[in-house]
């Protein structure tokens, strides 16, 4: 689909943030998290927080906030530099010696968005993850990239990961918006990261019967899932 190979388009996205926000952009926190965060933090502290393709997340900062290191991966330079800015974070600029790409980040080092595509990204950018936040990369990788982008993210993982993914899931012959989330249940997850994770917890879940990016069809299962070695 034409729509989808778009995706992969520096300049598609560029031009996306132009014309407002997404439709996945949230106006806080996603509440998932709120109300489940001991589940995925697992008890740890100061622990290395990834998520990629972030975008805005208010996540960056909320895990920040928490005592957490973040590390944020996003395409489109500005989206970041105006992240930092409306939220009043201080920033400098270095360059990733791994990937040569710009790293935007607080001058503690403790919060840092790599300007990059995520599958240029590497573990020896930042050593282990403890902890991945996943609200919007499995769901939006193009299906045949998922393997692709489940490789990389579990290269990345400590061996005491904690890995939490939302999904969404509907009736694919349902007509959806260009940006629609793609339909992902849990056999999705179990194919692509069952082999680290013997652990795949349903945390929480929503159904509503009908969803903006479906054109008001339905129903869409939201889930929250925690994956775990």
Sequence with gaps: MSDLVDRTSKQFWINLWKDGQPIWQLKSVNKFLLHNKEVILAGKENARVFIPLCGKAHELKWFLDLGHRVIGVEFVEQIV???F??????MEETTCPIINCKI????????QVFVCNIFDF????????DIVWDRSGFTAIKKEDRARYASLLKSLL??????????????????AQTLAPLSTGEAAIKEHFGDVASKILLV??????????LYGAGPVTASLWCLSA
């Design 81 to 83: 530099l105006s992240y």
């Design 104 to 111: 935007i980040q607080t001058p503690d080092h403790r919060l």
């Design 122 to 129: 590497k573990r020896e950018c930042i050593g282990p993850v």
């Design 85 to 90: 800015e409306e939220n009043h974070l201080r």
């Design 158 to 175: 400590a061996p005491d990961f904690s890995y939490g993914m939302l999904s969404v899931h509907y009736d694919e012959s349902l007509p």
């Design 204 to 213: 929480d879940s929503n159904v509503v019967q009908s969803a903006p990016f």
